[in-house]
């Protein structure tokens, strides 16, 4: 049960008739994403920016919810997309990345492509405290449930000016912002997402867009390498190399913006084609019969 009525950060931007579903990552919040939202809604695409459950609120909301309520976030926000597209992309940051890649294996033949923003299997990025891999393995114990995984400089971004805002953000502990560190308990709430989308990885054959900073401080290139080589569908990539893990504010988020609208723009392009080919189809055989 949360602990407190939490307010609502989603971000909807009504325009067009294509739709863009975007996640944020573990611990943060819609705020995150709210520039790359606003560029592809000025492109002409409809964008939602969910908020997860138990996120943006106190830390007990935080680690009352389980990757499931967040996954049944992503669901709904889906859903009220839905409503205003007929043709969705669904994606995400970090976290955010891995739960659009469950949305789009539960939903296979309703999203029309993956747009993953330094997706995250395994914080392994040169930031992270090299002790870190021993969590797992002591994760029950008290000790360990009590760990906190605390963000450390340089909190996942390279441009300066923007890392003292978020970095102040924080401190403030504002719901805009995210949480600071992040308990055990809900790291291992993670670790069971990750375990559950895996082995499913082949069997998304969506188009799909990766970014990735080369230099990621929490998760290693090796994240959207591993992806890459295991969807079962079209992988567009692009590697970034003037930022850190919050690609979407970072240095090169202009770069990033470009790159996603076009993918967008490109197959739900092809989509309008292939629909308007079966509804040809369809009517040379009415008429035929």
């Not at 955010?96 to 309703?110: E, K, W």
């Not at 450390?152 to 949480?179: F, Q, S």
């Not at 990750?194 to 900073?213: M, N, R, S």
């Amino acid at each position: 049960m949360m602990t407190q009525m939490i307010t609502d950060r989603s971000l909807y931007m009504r325009e067009g008739r294509v739709g863009l579903l975007l996640v944020h990552g573990l611990g943060g919040t819609p705020t995150e994403l709210k520039s790359i939202a606003r560029a592809h809604a000025d492109a002409g695409f409809s964008v939602h920016c969910c908020q997860l459950a138990g996120h943006c609120g106190s830390e007990a909301d935080l680690m009352a919810s389980r990757w499931q309520d967040w996954a049944a976030s992503v669901e709904t926000g889906y859903e009220r997309l839905r409503q205003d597209c007929d043709i969705i992309f669904v994606g995400g940051l970090s976290m955010g990345a891995i739960l659009a890649l469950g949305l789009a294996r539960r939903r296979a033949d309703r999203i029309a492509g993956l747009v993953l923003y330094a997706p995250t299997l395994w914080y392994d990025g040169w930031s992270i405290p090299r002790f870190s891999f021993l969590l797992r393995m002591f994760i029950r114990t008290p000790m360990a449930r009590r760990w906190r995984f605390v963000e450390r400089h340089p909190y996942g971004v390279k441009d300066e000016r923007m890392r003292g805002i978020v970095l102040k953000a924080m401190l403030a502990n504002t719901d805009e912002a995210g949480h600071l560190s992040t308990p055990a308990p809900v790291i291992q709430q993670f670790w069971l997402l990750v375990d559950d989308i895996l082995p499913d990885l082949p069997k998304i054959g969506v188009p799909t867009f990766i970014a990735h900073a080369r230099a990621d401080d929490l998760s290693s290139l090796k994240n959207a390498v591993h992806i890459q080589n295991h969807l079962g569908g079209i992988v567009e990539t692009l590697i970034l190399d003037d930022s850190y893990h919050l690609i979407t504010i970072d240095k090169q988020r202009d770069l990033l913006c470009e790159r996603s609208i076009a993918f967008v723009a490109s197959y739900a392009g092809r989509q309008r084609r292939l629909e308007q080919a079966a509804k040809s189809r369809q009517s040379v055989a009415i008429a035929a019969e």
